[in-house]
Protein backbone atom coordinates (compact mmCIF):
# COMPACT_ATOMS: atom_id res chain seq x y z
CA UNK A 1 0.00 0.00 0.00
CA UNK A 2 1.39 3.75 -0.92
CA UNK A 3 2.28 5.39 2.03
CA UNK A 4 1.08 8.72 2.95
CA UNK A 5 2.49 11.70 1.40
CA UNK A 6 6.00 13.50 3.65
CA UNK A 7 4.87 17.14 4.90
CA UNK A 8 0.78 15.87 5.33
CA UNK A 9 -0.20 16.61 9.16
CA UNK A 10 -3.65 14.38 9.93
CA UNK A 11 -6.55 16.47 10.57
CA UNK A 12 -8.47 13.37 12.12
CA UNK A 13 -8.22 13.72 15.64
CA UNK A 14 -9.06 17.18 15.03
CA UNK A 15 -12.10 16.18 13.16
CA UNK A 16 -13.14 13.64 15.73
CA UNK A 17 -13.02 16.70 18.12
CA UNK A 18 -15.16 18.84 16.13
CA UNK A 19 -17.57 16.07 15.46
CA UNK A 20 -17.98 16.03 19.41
CA UNK A 21 -18.50 19.52 20.06
CA UNK A 22 -20.77 20.19 16.80
CA UNK A 23 -22.94 17.68 17.68
CA UNK A 24 -23.19 19.45 22.09
CA UNK A 25 -23.85 22.87 20.05
CA UNK A 26 -26.68 21.63 18.30
CA UNK A 27 -28.27 19.95 21.49
CA UNK A 28 -28.13 23.26 23.12
CA UNK A 29 -29.28 25.52 20.12
CA UNK A 30 -32.09 22.84 20.18
CA UNK A 31 -32.95 23.01 23.98
CA UNK A 32 -32.52 27.10 23.61
CA UNK A 33 -35.09 27.16 20.80
CA UNK A 34 -37.93 24.95 23.34
CA UNK A 35 -37.01 27.30 26.22
CA UNK A 36 -37.39 30.41 23.50
CA UNK A 37 -40.65 28.81 22.21
CA UNK A 38 -41.96 28.30 25.34
CA UNK A 39 -41.58 31.91 26.39
CA UNK A 40 -43.36 32.70 23.01
CA UNK A 41 -46.17 30.55 24.41
CA UNK A 42 -45.86 32.81 27.74
CA UNK A 43 -46.19 35.82 25.92
CA UNK A 44 -49.25 34.71 23.91
CA UNK A 45 -50.81 33.74 27.10
CA UNK A 46 -50.37 36.85 28.71
CA UNK A 47 -51.39 38.80 25.74
CA UNK A 48 -54.62 37.10 25.57
CA UNK A 49 -55.30 36.53 29.73
CA UNK A 50 -52.63 39.14 31.26
CA UNK A 51 -53.89 37.00 34.87
CA UNK A 52 -52.83 34.16 33.47
CA UNK A 53 -48.77 34.29 33.71
CA UNK A 54 -47.29 33.44 36.97
CA UNK A 55 -44.19 36.15 37.70
CA UNK A 56 -42.15 32.94 38.08
CA UNK A 57 -42.55 31.51 35.26
CA UNK A 58 -41.05 34.28 33.19
CA UNK A 59 -37.84 34.07 35.73
CA UNK A 60 -38.09 30.30 34.91
CA UNK A 61 -37.27 31.19 31.36
CA UNK A 62 -34.82 34.01 32.25
CA UNK A 63 -32.78 31.65 34.51
CA UNK A 64 -32.98 28.77 31.48
CA UNK A 65 -31.64 30.80 28.77
CA UNK A 66 -28.81 32.55 31.07
CA UNK A 67 -27.92 29.01 31.86
CA UNK A 68 -27.76 27.54 28.31
CA UNK A 69 -26.21 31.06 26.64
CA UNK A 70 -23.60 30.35 29.42
CA UNK A 71 -22.85 27.21 28.88
CA UNK A 72 -22.99 27.81 24.58
CA UNK A 73 -20.26 30.58 25.35
CA UNK A 74 -17.88 28.35 27.26
CA UNK A 75 -18.49 25.52 24.24
CA UNK A 76 -18.16 28.32 21.31
CA UNK A 77 -14.60 29.21 22.41
CA UNK A 78 -13.82 25.88 22.54
CA UNK A 79 -15.00 25.52 18.90
CA UNK A 80 -13.77 28.67 17.59
CA UNK A 81 -10.35 27.15 18.83
CA UNK A 82 -10.45 23.56 17.62
CA UNK A 83 -12.42 24.26 14.33
CA UNK A 84 -9.72 27.21 13.56
CA UNK A 85 -6.98 24.47 14.25
CA UNK A 86 -8.66 21.97 12.28
CA UNK A 87 -9.05 24.55 9.18
CA UNK A 88 -5.56 25.65 8.97
CA UNK A 89 -4.47 21.87 9.28
CA UNK A 90 -6.53 20.75 6.24
CA UNK A 91 -5.42 24.18 4.25
CA UNK A 92 -2.20 23.26 4.57
CA UNK A 93 -2.39 19.71 3.73
CA UNK A 94 -4.44 21.12 0.66
CA UNK A 95 -0.94 23.23 -0.04
CA UNK A 96 1.16 20.15 -0.42
CA UNK A 97 -1.93 18.50 -2.41
CA UNK A 98 -1.92 21.04 -4.77
CA UNK A 99 0.79 24.13 -4.34
CA UNK A 100 -0.26 25.96 -7.30
CA UNK A 101 -4.28 25.73 -5.95
CA UNK A 102 -4.71 28.49 -3.97
CA UNK A 103 -5.26 32.68 -4.33
CA UNK A 104 -4.50 33.11 -0.87
CA UNK A 105 -1.34 32.19 1.57
CA UNK A 106 -2.29 29.75 4.48
CA UNK A 107 -2.84 32.22 7.11
CA UNK A 108 -6.20 33.25 5.46
CA UNK A 109 -7.38 30.37 6.78
CA UNK A 110 -7.21 31.84 10.55
CA UNK A 111 -7.55 35.50 9.24
CA UNK A 112 -10.43 35.56 7.08
CA UNK A 113 -12.80 34.88 9.78
CA UNK A 114 -12.09 38.45 11.77
CA UNK A 115 -12.46 40.56 9.13
CA UNK A 116 -15.84 41.93 8.95
CA UNK A 117 -17.92 41.57 6.04
CA UNK A 118 -15.27 39.48 4.21
CA UNK A 119 -15.95 36.33 6.43
CA UNK A 120 -18.80 35.84 5.35
CA UNK A 121 -17.13 35.49 2.07
CA UNK A 122 -13.77 34.42 2.04
CA UNK A 123 -13.49 30.97 4.23
CA UNK A 124 -15.54 29.97 1.81
CA UNK A 125 -13.17 30.38 -0.96
CA UNK A 126 -10.52 29.03 1.33
CA UNK A 127 -12.67 25.96 2.02
CA UNK A 128 -13.79 25.68 -1.46
CA UNK A 129 -10.04 25.45 -2.83
CA UNK A 130 -9.55 23.28 0.14
CA UNK A 131 -11.77 21.13 -0.77
CA UNK A 132 -10.68 21.12 -4.66
CA UNK A 133 -7.13 20.42 -3.73
CA UNK A 134 -7.86 17.94 -1.53
CA UNK A 135 -10.00 15.66 -4.46
CA UNK A 136 -8.34 12.74 -6.56
CA UNK A 137 -7.93 13.54 -9.57
CA UNK A 138 -8.83 11.31 -12.15
CA UNK A 139 -7.14 7.98 -13.33
CA UNK A 140 -5.36 9.54 -16.08
CA UNK A 141 -3.97 12.55 -14.08
CA UNK A 142 -6.42 15.14 -15.48
CA UNK A 143 -8.55 17.58 -12.87
CA UNK A 144 -11.97 15.96 -11.43
CA UNK A 145 -14.48 17.59 -9.49
CA UNK A 146 -15.93 16.43 -6.44
CA UNK A 147 -19.74 17.84 -5.54
CA UNK A 148 -18.61 20.48 -2.69
CA UNK A 149 -22.48 20.53 -1.68
CA UNK A 150 -21.35 19.70 1.77
CA UNK A 151 -19.43 22.63 2.52
CA UNK A 152 -22.02 24.97 0.66
CA UNK A 153 -24.84 24.12 2.08
CA UNK A 154 -23.53 24.41 5.24
CA UNK A 155 -22.02 28.24 4.92
CA UNK A 156 -25.61 29.35 3.29
CA UNK A 157 -26.85 27.89 6.42
CA UNK A 158 -24.37 29.01 8.62
CA UNK A 159 -24.20 32.50 6.69
CA UNK A 160 -27.78 32.90 7.37
CA UNK A 161 -27.56 31.47 10.75
CA UNK A 162 -25.30 34.66 11.58
CA UNK A 163 -27.79 36.92 10.25
CA UNK A 164 -30.39 36.01 12.25
CA UNK A 165 -28.46 36.65 15.20
CA UNK A 166 -27.02 39.81 14.45
CA UNK A 167 -30.40 41.31 13.35
CA UNK A 168 -31.77 39.73 16.93
CA UNK A 169 -28.74 41.40 18.33
CA UNK A 170 -29.44 44.86 16.94
CA UNK A 171 -33.18 44.83 18.27
CA UNK A 172 -34.47 47.45 20.46
CA UNK A 173 -34.85 46.46 23.98
CA UNK A 174 -38.27 44.80 23.73
CA UNK A 175 -41.20 46.47 26.42
CA UNK A 176 -44.45 44.92 25.26
CA UNK A 177 -45.61 41.43 25.41
CA UNK A 178 -45.88 41.65 21.63
CA UNK A 179 -42.71 42.72 21.21
CA UNK A 180 -41.07 40.19 24.02
CA UNK A 181 -43.21 37.10 21.38
CA UNK A 182 -41.38 38.66 18.43
CA UNK A 183 -38.10 38.85 20.00
CA UNK A 184 -38.63 35.35 21.61
CA UNK A 185 -39.92 33.62 18.02
CA UNK A 186 -36.63 34.95 16.24
CA UNK A 187 -34.11 33.65 18.84
CA UNK A 188 -35.62 30.44 18.61
CA UNK A 189 -35.40 30.13 14.80
CA UNK A 190 -32.45 31.21 15.18
CA UNK A 191 -31.25 28.57 17.73
CA UNK A 192 -32.67 25.93 15.23
CA UNK A 193 -30.87 27.53 12.37
CA UNK A 194 -27.64 27.43 13.80
CA UNK A 195 -28.53 23.59 15.00
CA UNK A 196 -28.64 22.65 11.62
CA UNK A 197 -25.64 24.48 10.27
CA UNK A 198 -24.00 22.43 13.39
CA UNK A 199 -25.16 19.25 11.35
CA UNK A 200 -24.17 20.29 8.56
CA UNK A 201 -20.49 21.60 9.80
CA UNK A 202 -19.84 18.15 11.10
CA UNK A 203 -20.66 16.64 7.44
CA UNK A 204 -18.61 18.65 5.84
CA UNK A 205 -15.81 18.44 8.40
CA UNK A 206 -16.11 15.16 7.93
CA UNK A 207 -16.43 14.73 4.47
CA UNK A 208 -12.98 17.13 3.83
CA UNK A 209 -11.07 14.88 6.56
CA UNK A 210 -12.10 11.79 4.77
CA UNK A 211 -11.25 13.46 1.69
CA UNK A 212 -7.66 14.17 2.35
CA UNK A 213 -7.52 10.91 4.36
CA UNK A 214 -7.85 8.98 0.85
CA UNK A 215 -5.49 11.19 -1.30
CA UNK A 216 -2.51 10.93 1.19
CA UNK A 217 -2.98 7.19 1.00
CA UNK A 218 -3.50 6.76 -2.22
CA UNK A 219 -2.01 9.22 -4.05
CA UNK A 220 -3.08 12.08 -6.16
CA UNK A 221 -5.26 9.89 -8.73
CA UNK A 222 -8.15 8.08 -8.34
CA UNK A 223 -7.68 4.26 -9.31
CA UNK A 224 -10.93 4.63 -11.11
Not at 129 to 154: C, H, I, K, M, Y
Amino acid sequence: MPQPVDELRSPQSLATALTVMLSLEAGLALLSAGVGFYGRGLMQDLITDPGSVAEDSLDRVDNMQMMIASGRNLLGLALLVVFLVWFHRVRSNGQVFRPDGFSQGAGWAIGAWFIPIVNFALPYRVALETWEASTQNAPDGSFRRTSAAPLTVWWVVYAFSWVLRLYDRFQNPAETAEEFSGQFTLGAVADLTTAVAAVLAVLFVRKLTALQAVKAVQGPNAAV
